[in-house]
């Protein structure tokens, strides 16, 4: 062979196929039925490019390296038409992969809101799969063949699971707090204790929302003590609403005191006040009888006096994300004509979703076994810890002797601002780094790559320890979990 007398990278380089030549490769071919043109070149341009750079970054070290050492033979190799088609292939599926994946939630938060909070049970699924790909009544009455509202669609089963009077959707929780202020409170008082003045993850504020909605926010009482008279000595003529806040994702504990519902309610109506409450999570059931932290129900907040009461529908609910709105008729009726309404309104696939969740709930015997979340949240700890057992071999095998792993029991929280203080007793695997020196790192680069996975899995360190709670992984999910191990391993 010439070139390898004379500059050995020269040699390579020309082997290097043309860009048409690849195109019309068989397994290119192939590729365009698939991806169509514009792609497949791209592509092969780009598995050119690269293939060039390499050739030329392994040449650079020894020049005068001879043609058969191993190097120059994986080049030429490098240089096949085929291996190059199969990296071109490589590389279009990659590009096709959609930005939304699916992981595995192993950070033991049930409700993870960067992961997607709710898991909809497959009534919901098909729902949703039904409105995507055939046409529906959304707003369409089919008794009179006239125009109707898709609030209608799913308000009366809001109602019977509520004891509300009347209901409406919106896109989110906070849609719901921004709609209910803007109509029932603009440029009016809004009085809210200072201990509720909450934030939210991911930026709700309530004095931002109020602010927002054009109302005026009018704090009373101390942050952590507020009494009935506090409520009532700034009753005035520009009230327009009392409002009470769940304090989702904190609690005050020593010297506190708040005024209950069915204290505030009595005064908001001697001064012919409404009373809002933002439950936030907002559950329609008693947790506690399987074992759950104690929540107000909805019901139980319509019952001691709230007018309105809103919350999510993809916390505790178990839905897609939503906001719900129920309460008195007439407000109810108004918060559906503000404009804004309009612009936070769902979509058909929200309510698609949100129907066969709702309707889970009326056979509640069978709620722990068919709604995910609750699901989820009530899986016993054993379960969890004959699923870790069974995969600690295997991911100690994929993760070799620098990390030593053990199956340890934890505690899951539920996540989504609901019940922070509460946790619930879980199972899963710990890895620490074998050497303790330097494991810091070691761990990170380790959680990295699990996140690099196909499948990515998210996992959370704490004390020296990658921690995977195995409460989110289902049996459905398990065997797929184990076969990403050995990919690790690979
Ligand atoms: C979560 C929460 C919200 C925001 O609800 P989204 O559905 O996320 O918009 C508002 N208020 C309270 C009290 C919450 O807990």
């Known amino acids: 062979m010439s070139e390898v007398q004379g500059n050995p990278l020269n040699g390579l380089l020309a082997r290097v196929p043309a860009v048409e030549r690849m195109m019309s490769s068989p397994a290119v071919q192939l590729l365009l039925a698939e991806y169509g043109r514009t792609q497949v070149l791209s592509a092969v341009r780009a598995a050119l490019d690269t293939l060039r750079c390499e050739l030329q970054s392994a040449a650079l070290p020894g020049e005068t390296r001879a043609a058969s050492s191993p190097t120059a033979v994986s080049s030429a190799a490098a240089c096949d038409e085929a291996h190059i088609a199969g990296q071109v292939a490589i590389l279009l599926a990659q590009r096709a992969q959609n930005h939304l994946r699916t992981v595995f939630n192993l950070t033991g938060t049930v409700l993870h809101t960067n992961l997607g909070r709710a898991l909809l049970p497959d009534e919901a699924v098909s729902a949703v799969v039904e409105a995507l790909t055939r046409p529906a009544n959304l707003e369409f009455d089919l008794a009179t063949g006239s125009r109707g509202d898709r609030d209608d669609l799913i308000d009366d089963l809001i109602c019977e699971l509520t004891g509300a009077e009347a209901a409406t959707v919106v896109n989110n929780n906070a849609a719901a707090v921004l709609l209910t202020l803007s109509t029932l409170a603009a440029k009016k008082d809004v009085i809210v204790s200072r201990g509720e003045l909450v934030e939210i993850g991911g930026a709700f504020r309530i004095p931002d929302i109020m602010s ?60 012919g006040l409404p009373v809002a409450v933002d439950l936030g999570s907002g559950t329609l059931v008693d947790l506690t009888q399987w074992g759950l932290p104690r929540e107000p129900t909805v019901r139980e907040t319509i019952v001691a006096g709230a007018d309105l009461v809103t919350f999510s529908g993809d916390k505790l609910l178990g839905g897609p994300q939503a906001g719900l709105i129920v309460g008195r008729a007439e407000l109810i009726r108004k918060i559906k004509k503000h404009p804004l309404k309009r612009a936070l309104r769902v979509g058909k696939l929200t309510l698609a979703a949100l129907e066969p969740v709702l309707r889970l709930y009326q056979a509640p015997e069978f709620l722990r076994e068919r709604l995910t979340t609750l699901r989820l949240l009530t899986r016993p700890a054993a379960e969890m810890r004959a699923f870790a057992e069974r995969a600690l071999p295997v991911l100690q095998r994929a993760l070799g002797e620098s990390f030593t792993l053990s199956a340890e029991p934890m505690f899951s929280q539920i996540g989504s601002d609901a019940l922070p203080v509460e946790q619930l007793p879980s199972y899963g695997l710990v890895v620490r780094h074998a050497s303790g020196k330097r494991s810091g790192r070691a761990l990170m680069t380790l959680e990295k790559g699990l996140r690099g996975l196909p499948r990515p899995v998210i996992g959370r360190i704490a004390d020296d320890a990658l921690r995977l709670d195995l409460r989110c992984l289902e049996a459905a999910d398990e065997a797929a979990f184990l076969a990403q191990c050995e990919v690790l391993q690979a």
């Open 212 to 271: 927002r909605a054009g109302a005026r926010l009018r704090e009373v009482g101390t942050t952590n003590r507020t009494h009935l008279k506090d409520y009532e000595e700034a009753i005035g003529p520009r009230t327009a609403l009392l409002m009470k806040v769940h304090c989702s994702n904190y609690v005050i504990s020593g010297f506190t005191k708040s005024v209950e519902l069915d204290q505030l309610a009595p005064l908001a109506q001697r001064h």
